[in-house]
């Protein structure tokens, strides 16, 4: 995999047997990078509107789909805990949903 530029923010690496949804593991790669990257890797208004999308589409879920999300995001906090990762990444993905306007049940 070739080494991302300086300034490029990059979700780790996810092993497959976490079992997470990929898509979701799509969603997060690309939500980080639009997020935070500085701006001579991203254009920030295209990033910002890019992320706005991605909010949207997320706010969709229901039921079954949204179950399986909240508990992938669990498992996801969990890993990052017992890899140590920084606080502000686990805070991340414990308040992803909230972020993005994701309220239903």
């Not at 500085?38 to 909010?55: I, K, T």
Request: avoid cysteine; proline fraction near 6%; glycine fraction near 10%.
């Amino acid at each position: 995999m070739p080494e991302s530029p300086d300034g490029a923010a990059v979700f780790p690496l996810i092993p497959a047997e976490l079992g997470v949804h990929p898509l979701l593991l799509g969603m997060l790669h690309a939500y980080v990078f639009l997020e935070g990257s500085e701006d001579h890797v991203v254009n920030g208004a295209a990033a910002e509107e890019g992320m706005q999308y991605l909010a949207t589409y997320l706010q969709r879920l229901t039921g079954a789909d949204l179950k399986r999300v909240r508990e992938d995001l669990q498992a996801l906090v969990g890993y990052a805990k017992h890899e140590k990762w920084p606080k502000q990444q686990i805070r991340f993905l414990q308040d992803f949903l909230d972020d993005n306007g994701v309220t239903g049940e």
